[in-house]
């Protein structure tokens, strides 16, 4: 799998097949979609001209697609996949991702008897039908990855998951290093034109925590950029990737396009990722988190994550908190109780 990546999310319509034709131009050979972006026919179409006229073999590009929660269900992941392979007009893909951990029938409701141990025994199905040469999980916490490698007949190939400077993930990195399953980063750059993805239902799928710093903007980045003579958002790339970790940039910018993949003509060097990977410890920020399913058995952010990143937005942390403030106060008062009765003596 190519270390750099496109992005494509938020690449719709006309746009997105011009782009993948200025990305292969540039050296791309490794595209990341979902069912989610909606774009994988215009890629698909980009893909079949560019093989029809030779600039490209199938087997020199490696494609990703993602499985939404209404797809990841073991009755319905084959005609899910088998839907993107139309829509991309090929016969497998490289890679295919469980997009997120929690399914849900297609009007949004909770699938609730589907466990992520399931949702991996159809995956596995799909690996060994050859319909996809890799399969792994994104979105999915660091406990949920340890019930899956309990019990997994073909191992998780990727783990993408979002990661960038203030969101450094070691916990997961380990996790992965440990069982040989390679990380890929979302959202490296911060995520500068991230916007909130409502569904048909009108419930926000995807929403965005506002107000973060700008990563590219922090000012180690500025100075290593200097330092090479490199722009930040160079760093931030060749210092992930010098991590060992993959990165699919997204941009619709030809000149952007080229200077996220310009980064294999220096060498940061291990003082320099040390410095890169010790920002967070300044600076904590998650981006994206999912209101659509926090309520779902299969949610991977836990309690504490919920307070730190999705606060005051998250009506399930209010009311979660409102009874723990409330249990609290009871508790104080009855645990206080003997010693007001010992004073009244
Ligand atoms: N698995 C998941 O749940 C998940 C979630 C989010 C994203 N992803 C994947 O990860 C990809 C990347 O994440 P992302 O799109 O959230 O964020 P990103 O790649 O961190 O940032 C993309 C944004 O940065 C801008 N940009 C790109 N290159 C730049 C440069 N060199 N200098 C300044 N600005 C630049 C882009 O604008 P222009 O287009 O105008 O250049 C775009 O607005 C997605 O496209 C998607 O494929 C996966």
């Given at each position: 799998m190519p270390s750099v990546g496109l992005g494509t999310w938020q690449m719709t319509g006309e746009d997105a097949n011009t782009v993948i034709r200025d990305a292969v131009d540039a050296g791309y050979r490794h595209i990341d979609t979902a069912t989610l972006y909606q774009n994988e026919i215009q890629i698909g179409d980009a893909l079949a001209d560019l093989f029809a006229e030779g600039k490209i073999k199938r087997e020199d590009i490696f494609i990703t697609t993602k499985a939404f929660c209404h797809e990841i269900a073991?009755?319905?992941?084959?005609?899910?996949?088998?839907?993107?392979?139309?829509?991309?007009?090929?016969?497998?893909?490289?890679?295919?991702?469980?997009?997120?951990?929690?399914?849900?029938?297609?009007?949004?409701?909770?699938?609730?008897?589907?466990?992520?141990?399931?949702?991996?025994?159809?995956?596995?199905?799909?690996?060994?039908?050859?319909?996809?040469?890799?399969?792994?999980?994104?979105?999915?916490?660091?406990?949920?990855?340890?019930?899956?490698?309990?019990?997994?007949?073909?191992?998780?190939?990727?783990?993408?998951?979002?990661?960038?400077?203030?969101?450094?993930?070691?916990?997961?990195?380990?996790?992965?290093?440990?069982?040989?399953?390679?990380?890929?980063?979302?959202?490296?750059?911060?995520?500068?034109?991230?916007?909130?993805?409502?569904?048909?239902?009108?419930?926000?799928?995807?929403?965005?925590?506002?107000?973060?710093?700008?990563?590219?903007?922090?000012?180690?980045?500025?100075?290593?950029?200097?330092?090479?003579?490199?722009?930040?958002?160079?760093?931030?790339?060749?210092?992930?990737?010098?991590?060992?970790?993959?990165v699919i940039p997204k941009s619709t910018n030809k000149l952007r396009l080229r200077e996220n993949i310009d980064i294999f003509d220096f060498i940061m060097g291990r003082d320099d990722v040390n410095l890169l990977d010790a920002r967070s410890k300044e600076k904590q920020a998650r981006l994206f988190w999912w209101p659509s399913i926090n309520e779902h058995p299969e949610d991977p952010l836990t309690f504490v994550q919920h307070f730190l990143f999705c606060f005051p937005r998250s009506s399930v942390f209010k009311v979660r908190l409102l009874a723990v403030t409330f249990c609290s106060a009871i508790m104080f008062y009855l645990l206080r109780l003997p010693f007001y009765n010992l004073s009244l003596n």
């Open positions: 073991p009755n319905v992941v084959e005609s899910s996949l088998r839907n993107s392979l139309k829509r991309l007009r090929l016969d497998h893909v490289d890679l295919y991702l469980a997009h997120i951990p929690a399914a849900t029938n297609d009007d949004g409701t909770y699938r609730t008897d589907v466990k992520v141990e399931d949702i991996w025994k159809g995956f596995e199905n799909l690996y060994n039908h050859g319909l996809t040469r890799s399969i792994g999980v994104s979105n999915f916490s660091n406990s949920q990855l340890e019930r899956i490698i309990k019990i997994q007949t073909v191992p998780v190939h990727v783990s993408q998951l979002e990661l960038h400077l203030y969101l450094p993930q070691k916990a997961h990195r380990a996790l992965c290093k440990k069982h040989n399953i390679v990380v890929t980063a979302y959202s490296t750059l911060g995520s500068p034109g991230r916007m909130n993805v409502i569904s048909s239902t009108g419930k926000p799928l995807f929403e965005y925590t506002k107000d973060e710093p700008n990563e590219m903007e922090d000012e180690a980045v500025i100075k290593l950029a200097k330092k090479y003579n490199k722009t930040p958002a160079q760093i931030l790339l060749r210092g992930t990737v010098e991590m060992g970790i993959s």
